[in-house]
């Protein structure tokens, strides 16, 4: 995908949303550049769960 410096968009957030979006945007050929409040990326939770009636 040809990047087009044009088509900049700013991200607010570091969180799985912020960089989640920020990855679909420049895989749509869009720059980003994601701006983070945190001074450092730390664990918030304890897993991923994974419950459901499939896992017994
Ligand atoms: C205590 C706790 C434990 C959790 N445990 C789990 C778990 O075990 N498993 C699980 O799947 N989910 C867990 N979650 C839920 C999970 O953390 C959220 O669903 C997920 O982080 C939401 O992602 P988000 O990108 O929307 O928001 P966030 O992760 O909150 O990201 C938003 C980011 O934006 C930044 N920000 C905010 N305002 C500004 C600003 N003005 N300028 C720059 N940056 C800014 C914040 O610093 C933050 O990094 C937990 C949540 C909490 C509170």
């Given at each position: 995908?040809?990047?087009?410096?044009?088509?900049?968009?700013?991200?607010?957030?570091?969180?799985?949303?912020?960089?989640?979006?920020?990855?679909?945007?420049?895989?749509?050929?869009?720059?980003?550049?994601?701006?983070?409040?945190?001074?450092?990326?730390?664990?918030?939770?304890?897993?991923?769960?994974?419950?459901?009636?499939?896992f017994g």
């Open positions: 995908m040809t990047r087009n410096p044009d088509r900049n968009i700013l991200i607010i957030g570091g969180g799985i949303g912020g960089l989640s979006a920020s990855i679909a945007l420049q895989n749509a050929g869009y720059s980003t550049r994601v701006f983070e409040a945190a001074p450092a990326f730390t664990a918030l939770g304890v897993s991923v769960g994974r419950d459901c009636p499939g």
